[in-house]
């Protein structure tokens, strides 16, 4: 009876020391950022715990995109000078393809409605020519290994499952992306993202059905206010943007700041502890059509971004991806932990 007694106070005392434990490891997944929220030299960050590891160091996931808005090419479809137009842009998208491919880093193109139709009546025999025959989406797509996502200002009566059906005609459809947004629903340019939570239907072509599922950058109108912000989440509703919803069907991206230079400061956070390795950060930006058509644009496109970038992704800093890729890589590689970063 005495020895019964002994045994019952050990196993009191083990059990209530497991619980200390228990306790003590529950604060300390806290404040490393697992869980909850946390406040580290003024910067605030939140995640939503979903379980997993992640990848045993830091890497910046970074996509590079063009969008070719609705005013290109300029004046009627059909005038030779349009012609000229969409075959000088061109032969640009397929050379700037070629150095991305080179360097191994991707690129992505996201269109308009007004390219796409274009490239229904320019890519002849003749056009086709200098891309093995294919229409150049096909060809940037096929043999440049280009992603191509549909975007949409929503003008002329073309709307968002318009120029995902027009990517199909021309045999580059299925992609899930959004491709630009206006995220602020106190702006009367808003452009409701919710609607994507069930299949839209075209409007130019009403029996096209279509249904995005990613958000690639929170913007406002000319891009002057744009929130700064790293990371992926499921935005909770228009009025509660930043919030993850673990549950929702449609995944956000935040676009950051500043190309390849706010890439190294991300890289920098990683470096410095700041940010956890199973913290996802992310960067995103658009090569205008401009920029690619500038005297020795593609040159400098070069060197300014695509080699930098290839550094660091040989270095193992940084990720170059498509915003699909991306998506998946967040339910695989970060189990679906959302991360917001703003400072």
């Known amino acids: 009876m005495h020895f019964g007694c002994k045994l019952s106070y050990s196993f009191l005392l083990r059990f209530v020391t497991l619980?200390?434990?228990?306790?003590?490891?529950?604060?300390?997944?806290?404040?490393?950022?697992?869980?909850?929220?946390?406040?580290?030299?003024?910067?605030?960050?939140?995640?939503?715990?979903?379980?997993?590891?992640?990848?045993?160091?830091?890497k910046v996931h970074v996509v590079v995109f063009t969008h070719i808005e609705d005013n290109t090419p300029a004046g009627a479809i059909g005038t030779p000078v349009a012609r000229q137009q969409y075959q000088a842009l061109r032969d640009k998208l397929v050379e700037l393809a070629s150095r991305a491919k080179s360097r191994a880093v991707p690129w992505v193109l996201q269109p308009d409605w007004k390219y796409l139709v274009a490239a229904q009546t320019y890519e002849d025999a003749a056009m086709t020519a200098t891309t093995d025959g294919k229409n150049v989406f096909r060809y940037l797509k096929e043999d440049l290994g280009v992603s191509i996502d549909p975007h949409a200002h929503e003008n002329k009566g073309y709307n968002y499952t318009d120029v995902a059906h027009l990517l199909e005609l021309l045999g580059v459809g299925g992609s899930p992306v959004i491709g630009g947004h206006i995220w602020d629903p106190s702006l009367p340019e808003f452009q409701h993202w919710e609607r994507f939570r069930v299949p839209v239907a075209g409007k130019k072509f009403p029996s096209a059905s279509w249904r995005g599922e990613i958000l690639?950058?929170?913007?406002?109108?000319?891009h002057v206010n744009d929130p700064l912000v790293s990371g992926a989440w499921r935005p909770q509703d228009p009025e509660h943007y930043f919030v993850d919803a673990p549950g929702a069907n449609i995944l956000a991206f935040?676009?950051?700041?500043?190309?390849?230079?706010?890439?190294?400061?991300?890289?920098?956070?990683?470096?410095?502890?700041?940010?956890?390795?199973?913290?996802?950060?992310?960067?995103?930006?658009?090569?205008?059509?401009?920029?690619?058509?500038?005297?020795?644009?593609?040159?400098?496109?070069?060197?300014?971004?695509?080699?930098p970038l290839a550094e660091m992704q040989a270095a193992g800093t940084v990720v170059v991806t498509d915003f699909t890729t991306l998506a998946a890589t967040f339910a695989?590689?970060?189990?679906?932990?959302a991360f917001v970063y703003q400072p």
């Open 332 to 337: 695989s590689t970060y189990d679906g932990t």
């Open 216 to 222: 690639i950058g929170s913007g406002t109108p000319n």
């Open 19 to 58: 619980i200390m434990c228990l306790l003590v490891a529950a604060c300390a997944s806290n404040e490393d950022g697992s869980g909850g929220s946390v406040t580290t030299g003024g910067v605030t960050t939140s995640s939503t715990a979903t379980g997993g590891s992640g990848p045993a160091s830091g």
């Open 254 to 307: 935040g676009a950051w700041h500043d190309g390849v230079v706010g890439v190294v400061e991300l890289v920098n956070l990683y470096k410095s502890g700041a940010v956890q390795p199973s913290e996802l950060l992310t960067a995103s930006w658009n090569l205008r059509p401009d920029e690619l058509t500038a005297s020795n644009g593609i040159d400098t496109i070069d060197t300014t971004v695509l080699q």
